[in-house]
């Protein structure tokens, strides 16, 4: 089974950034979340382009910073904000 299709199955949303914060790539779980198709997002948004409120400010703040420095950040809640504006609350690592 190629990576692409075994990302599409797991029950969890999967999204990877280049160093620059823009999203490379997302798999349909975390599309559906965002209420976005991929051409919308791929290359084009970055992840604090999807971030609400409070969240975007502890990111851009305390966890960018972070995430630069170590490369990884582990088990923070943040909400998304999906095309409608609906919030969604996720965990990311």
Sequence with gaps: MPLRQL???VPCGLVSTRSD???AAANAVFLD???RPAEEVIDTLR???LLSGGSLLYY???LWPLLRMQGEI???AFV???A???PHEVLIS
């Design 84 to 86: 409608s504006g609906q």
């Design 74 to 76: 582990n088990e923070i």
């Design 7 to 9: 990302s599409d199955t």
């Design 21 to 23: 914060g823009v999203i």
């Design 47 to 49: 992840f604090d382009d």
């Design 60 to 62: 851009r703040t305390y």
């Design 80 to 82: 998304l904000r999906s």
């Design 33 to 35: 979340w965002i209420e």
